[in-house]
């Protein structure tokens, strides 16, 4: 607000005030040509040290040209005669001494020229007659001596802004504005020499406009400021400003200069520079006591006491100063703020500025005094805790009527004592104190505030989490942006349950709390910290929120990133204000500074319970195809077989440490089904072991050693055996230890062939008829040629042939030392010494045949050579 009303009053008087131009902006120097931009409607030449217009350049098409700030001398009849559509002509801070008569013939569409701050001697009328739709004209600051206007300026009846005269117009006379009596302006400002001669009253009369500016020092003539006023008395204006009104002294003078305020209609009255004592300073405000001014600004005054000022009492008090505002602005001197003594003066001030005039102790009376102030702007000053708040003061009934009270920018550290002053102020509603160094722990405990703060703004302030509960918790709206926090207390927002609008952007806030309720909040701003994560539940406890800005912040490219940005777009209810050009991926690195509106992760990656549906389905098809496995392969079998034969290995190691090898017991282990056994004893066993050359078979009934495991004698005899005879039938295929005996021979077998192995096939047989686990028979069957014992008797004695000739010739094989059998040279007889041999058959086995059935004294009675001092083995069929 401060800059956009000096802006203003800097456009009004066309910066007339001062002979030496400001510093042109930082622009390319090096004299080269003008940018041309727009479609060829505007041209930027400002600040290239031009000395002639380079009209070459330009195309006709041109609208606009900026030629300030160059070292331009002069302005001829042809470098603006081909631009028809010319409207805004910049000649600011240039040398200019002439201007051709016939300068702007073919620019009638000009609205906009400035000729500020040149050497012009003359007012070019001439030159500006064709200049019909002329709408503002600054020609203040130049050298002519007089302001007296042309005929011709009586046409421009579109203009609205003028500004003339200079440092050498020694005064005004009646007929100079005479041509503008019958033009409405928006703005009118005039510059006479600081030594002003002479004001011919009714020289101002003529002028209708709604901004008036003075830029005349009356140090040599004060008695002109009554007649100027008289002239501007009964009309209405925007604002009136008076520049450096008194410019090398103080004025001294007993007559009240300022009486004619009283009959001036005036919104605004701002003095700009100038020298004040105070004196001076008292006419105006006792003419402003009565006058219809609303608003009153001084700025950049130079204020001192009067030594001739006399303190009568009440009666030289300023008492009944009714404005709607009231500014102090840039004032070197506090004592502005008690110029009589007395604070009086700010009793019927609604609005009350007091900036950059760094006054350091605020008295108590001055508090009661200002029973009217509804808004005080104490801001831009030097004020620290003692000086704000003073302990001894009693501020009961104090500010009645302060809603508004802003103290930022200054150096308050204790919020306490903060809101120990405003406790009083029972109408406050607005508190800014941002731009301070409040925050700290120590000075941010026992805060007592007043029950109607609804707004607060507390930005720029080193705030740490826990001072957040000494804030107001009535707010409805709070600005905590750039306060350095890195954590929030929730404790606060627990409490703040009216809270509407949060603006926490600039902090270092590391993470968003999961838990963060807030009922009524409706806009947050999160953007410029340092979390990088968000989902969705982190706003889900705040079902008012629609206004979200969250951008600049180091985001993490996350699954929960992307869900909360498709959920919060599809449905719409909370708006990104700042999407999507400010949310960009800081991690991973591959995804660094990645607009994170691009960023598409894969819907197995986020979606969790899909991950979960498809590892549940793949563990149960890996497990039923294991079982699957296990079933077709029978695997079990074979894990229990080889635990079996293991164990086996062990013992058979460890109870034969020292035993022989190379050379084998037994021509040939016989493997048979118990329903088979009569085939074994009484055909098998006599053929190849009651004969010349006779063998040496190993057969369960007879050879197993007593008290061994089943398993160690399998796998004993079957490695001291040199062949292995399987006698196959179905009854074969159905028996549990006849695939083991199969099994065994198979891992005795390994890394070398089955040339050991002799197959003879009792019956037919069907190998895909056999159970998975008889794979490796399978295999021998199809490639190994194997034995049928024939039906017809005459061909029996050919297959006993072939079976001798596979068995090979026998030869004397080692004794079993360990063994406690010995042989009868009967054929078939067998007598054994000791106990009974465990039948390694499972019972389940024996009811697989009917033959099977057979009691076990049925068998023992096939045994025909078996010695009567002997007790008769029982026979344990497969």
């Known amino acids: 607000m401060i800059w956009r009303l000096i802006h203003f009053s800097a456009l009004l008087l066309g910066t007339i005030a001062s002979p030496t131009p400001p510093s042109p902006p930082t622009t390319n120097t090096d004299g080269g040509s003008c940018r041309i931009y727009n479609s060829g409607r505007s041209a930027d030449c400002l600040g290239r040290q031009l000395d002639i ?48 008569h016939d300068a702007f013939k073919n620019n009638m569409l000009l609205e906009h020229l400035n000729i500020f701050n040149n050497s012009l001697e003359e007012i070019p009328a001439t030159a500006m007659t064709p200049l019909m739709n002329l709408k503002k004209l600054y020609m203040s600051n130049n050298l002519y001596k007089h302001v007296t206007l042309a005929d011709s300026f009586s046409k421009f009846v579109k203009l609205q ?87 090398f002294m103080y004025y001294k003078g007993e007559e009240d200069i300022f009486q004619g305020l009283k009959d001036i209609t005036a919104h ?47 009666v030289s008090s300023i008492t009944d100063l009714a404005l709607d505002k009231l500014d102090l602005w840039y004032i070197s001197n506090p004592d502005v703020l008690r110029f009589d003594w007395r604070f009086t003066w700010f009793n019927k001030i609604k609005e009350l500025s007091i900036q950059h005039v760094y006054f350091n102790f605020v008295p108590c009376d001055s508090w009661i005094e200002m029973e009217g102030v509804e808004f005080l702007d104490v801001s831009n000053n030097r004020l620290q805790n003692e000086f704000l708040f003073n302990q001894r003061c009693d501020y009961k009934g104090s500010m009645p009527n302060l809603h508004t009270f802003n103290v930022s920018i200054n150096d308050l550290t204790s919020l306490r004592d903060l809101s120990l002053l405003t406790r009083e102020f029972h109408q406050l509603q607005v508190l800014d104190f941002s731009n301070n160094k409040l925050g700290s722990a120590e000075n941010s405990r026992d805060c007592v505030w007043q029950e109607n703060i609804t707004w607060l703004s507390a930005h720029h302030n080193p705030f740490v989490s826990e001072a957040l509960r000494c804030l107001p918790t009535t707010v409805h709206y709070l600005d905590l942006s750039y306060c350095d926090l890195d954590q929030l207390d929730l404790m606060y927002f627990e409490k703040a349950t009216n809270l509407k609008e949060l603006l926490l952007s600039g902090n270092k806030i590391k993470f968003i709390p999961f838990k963060w309720e807030s009922p009524s909040l409706q806009s947050l701003a999160l953007d410029g910290n340092s979390f990088g994560l968000i989902s969705k539940a982190s706003f889900q406890d705040m079902p008012q929120l629609s206004r979200l800005r969250a951008g600049n912040n180091p985001f993490h490219c996350t699954c929960e990133l992307h869900a909360f940005v498709q959920d919060t777009l599809s449905k719409r209810n909370v708006n990104l204000t700042d999407w999507p050009w400010n949310y960009r991926c800081y991690h991973p690195e591959a995804l660094l500074n990645t607009v994170v509106s691009k960023f598409f992760p ?138 083991y005996e199969l099994y065994f021979t198979h891992q005795r077998a390994i890394g070398k062939t089955f040339s050991d192995v002799i197959l003879v096939m009792m019956e037919p047989l069907d190998p895909n008829s056999f159970p998975s686990k008889y794979c490796k028979l399978k295999k021998m069957l199809s490639t190994k040629t194997y034995l049928e014992w024939p039906q017809q008797v005459n061909q029996q004695a050919f ?79 497969f």
């Open 161 to 247: 802004v003028l500004s003339m005269g200079g440092p050498l117009v020694m005064g005004l006379k009646k007929a100079d504005l005479q041509p503008l009596k019958n033009i409405g302006l928006q703005g009118f400002a005039i510059k006479c020499s600081s030594n002003l001669n002479y004001y011919e009253p009714g020289s101002l009369e003529v002028i209708q406009t709604k901004q008036m500016g003075f830029d005349m020092a009356i140090d040599q003539l004060p008695n002109a400021l009554p007649h100027m006023l008289r002239d501007l008395a009964n009309k209405t204006f925007s604002v009136i400003q008076f520049r450096n009104i008194f410019e």
């Open 268 to 314: 605004q009255l701002i003095f700009h520079r100038g020298k004040f004592n105070e004196n001076l300073l008292r006419m105006a405000l006792m003419n402003l006591e009565v006058a219809p001014v609303k608003r009153l600004r001084l700025q950049y005054i130079d204020f001192a006491r009067s030594p001739t000022f006399v303190d009568s009492g009440a």
């Open 602 to 739: 894969g819907q197995v990656a986020c979606d969790t319970r899909l991950v979960i549906i498809i590892c549940v389905v793949t563990t149960a098809a890996v497990i039923l195809l294991l079982t699957l496995i296990c079933y077709i392969f029978d695997l079990p079998w074979y894990t229990k077989a080889t635990y079996q034969i293991i164990r086996a290995k062990y013992r058979y190691h460890k109870e034969k440490a020292a035993g022989e090898s190379g050379t084998f017991t037994y021509h040939a282990f016989i493997s048979y089904s118990h329903s088979d056994a009569d085939w074994v004893r009484e055909q098998l066993l006599p053929s190849l072991e009651n004969n010349k050359n006779s063998y040496r078979l190993c057969i369960h009934e007879r050879d197993f050693m007593p008290g061994k495991w089943i398993i160690d004698n399998i796998i004993d005899n079957i490695e001291s055996s040199r062949k292995i005879i399987f006698v196959l039938s179905r009854h074969f295929v159905n028996s549990e230890w006849c695939n």
């Open 53 to 100: 217009v380079p009209s070459r350049q330009f195309p006709s098409t041109l609208e606009y040209i900026d030629l300030s700030y160059n070292e331009l001398q002069a302005v001829q009849f042809d470098d603006f005669h081909h631009l028809p559509q010319l409207r805004i002509l910049l000649l600011q801070y240039n040398n200019i001494s002439h201007i051709d």
């Open 799 to 877: 297959f006993w042939a072939q079976l001798r000739s596979v068995l090979v010739k026998p030869t004397m094989t080692r004794e079993r030392t360990h063994s406690v059998q010995s042989r009868t040279s009967s054929v078939g007889g067998v007598s054994v010494i000791g106990p009974p041999i465990v039948d390694r058959r499972p019972e389940v086995e024996k009811t697989n045949a009917d033959k099977e059935a057979a009691p076990k004294n049925e068998i023992n009675k096939r045994n025909n050579y078996e010695p009567e001092n002997q007790r008769q083995i029982p026979i344990v069929a």
